[in-house]
């Protein structure tokens, strides 16, 4: 039987986490600009295809937070304006590392934190749609199961918090081994494949179990493995 651990060791090892441009990625804006605001506009236009994601990033004003009147798959062109509209009176007033603390700090848990950058995009702005919606995604309930994985917020999270490999490390206060792998339906289909979870349901509480399975490997990072689980799916290495 393989040994999953030694193999995701291995593609660590084998720097899985390279970048460039044959093997694209969005944090490749947010390292650009090392600002946590346009990467969490990087993070959450992450879906969909990678190319089409970073001509999208790049006909935007990432400077001044303007959107050149572009619009991406699910959101319109006033979608993406009232997004950096809203984005743009937030970096005047608010830290989103603070910000996050806020909701964090009481029970180290990090969808409180996402909460309350959530609560306060829509409390600064109420502009509101389907497409707007998808983009933000809901104010986090206090439950897991049947609950959206929030997967790029966690990635945001992933890309602030650690400081190592292609990740930025801006944030302070935030512990590596409280973060949540963004899950995806790619990296869930592996975790079951290799028996690292048995949930069938793509929800937070499938991240949650994910999550505390690789801290088996990694108590204090567990993150470390999110990538290497990532390419084993897009490079059908198992």
Known sequence: MINIKQKLDELLENNIYEINEIKLDPIIIAKEYNDEYVAL????FAYGNVKAILKFLRSL???NLN???AYYRFQ???DVYEFLKTLKKMKEKYNL???FLSGYEKDKNPIDGIREIIKTIYSVNPYTSKGYEFLIG?????K????????RWNMFLRWMVRDSDIDLGLWKGVEKKDLIIPLDTHTHNVSLKLGLINRKSYDLEAAIL???KLKEFDKNDPLKYDFALYRIGQLKLM
């Open 41 to 44: 506009i990087a993070a959450l």
């Open 61 to 63: 004003d990432l400077k």
């Open 67 to 69: 959107s050149n009147n």
């Open 76 to 78: 319109t062109k006033k």
């Open 97 to 99: 590392n603070i910000l």
């Open 138 to 142: 809901k104010i986090p309930p206090n």
């Open 144 to 151: 897991t199961k049947g609950v959206s994985p929030y997967k």
């Open 210 to 212: 994910l999550t505390n």
